[in-house]
Each structure stands twice: as structure tokens, then as C-alpha cells.
Nanobody, 115 residues
């Protein structure tokens, strides 16, 4: 069983900065990747950023150049630095951990961006 300790989201002004952090706690075989998805009202859940254990990172096109994901190599923790936030970035952000056999999800944290 895996659970997550996630930082709070919050309300940010357009153009502002916010950092999300997430630490996985529990037992799992091995870690392939960690990252975030997000889901806005009426929209499907989409990948925001992913950091693989190999060091490879993946970003949604809409956040490239604005968001940066980083992992703590000593523990299952991942950070998402979000710069130049836009109203369309407002969503519930879900941390995830991917193993060879399963994907675990955090409870989600709300990010609101005021115009």
C-alpha cells in the first residue's frame, strides 16, 4: 500500500509561481516514475509532467518552458515548480507513482489561478 504526503496547492495570480511537492510512503517493488496529472472541471485527466528513474522527464506541451519537475534521488519525492501560471493551469493536480506493475495516485490538490 502506498500513500502520499502532498503539499497544498492554493490560489495564485496569473503570472505567479507555485511549487508542488509529493512524497510517497509505503511499500513498492521498484519505482519507474513519479509525476503529476491534472484535471480541470469538465475535462479529462492529463499528464502534466513525469520524471522517470532514468532521469528522463516528460512535459505536456502546454507547460513546456514554464514548469520544471525534479526528483529527490534519496527518497521517493518529486517537486513541480510552476512558473508563469495561467488561468488555464487551474485544476486538481494528482501526484502519481509508477511501478512495473501498478500506478498509485495521490488524493489531489487544488490549484486556482486568478486572472
Amino acid at each position: 500500500q502506498v500513500r502520499f504526503v502532498e503539499s497544498e496547492g492554493g490560489l495564485v495570480q496569473s503570472g505567479g509561481t507555485l511549487t508542488l511537492s509529493c512524497t510517497a510512503i509505503g511499500s513498492f517493488t521498484s519505482l519507474n516514475a513519479m509525476g503529476w496529472y491534472r484535471q480541470a472541471p469538465g475535462k479529462e485527466r492529463e499528464l502534466v509532467a513525469e520524471a522517470e528513474s532514468t532521469g528522463t522527464t516528460t512535459y505536456a506541451d502546454s507547460v513546456k518552458g514554464r514548469f520544471a519537475i525534479s526528483r529527490d534521488s534519496a527518497k521517493p519525492t518529486v517537486h513541480l515548480l510552476m512558473n508563469n501560471l495561467k488561468p488555464e493551469d487551474a485544476a486538481v493536480y494528482y501526484c502519481f507513482l509508477l511501478t512495473p506493475v501498478d500506478r498509485y495516485w495521490g488524493r489531489g490538490t487544488h490549484v486556482t489561478v486568478a486572472p
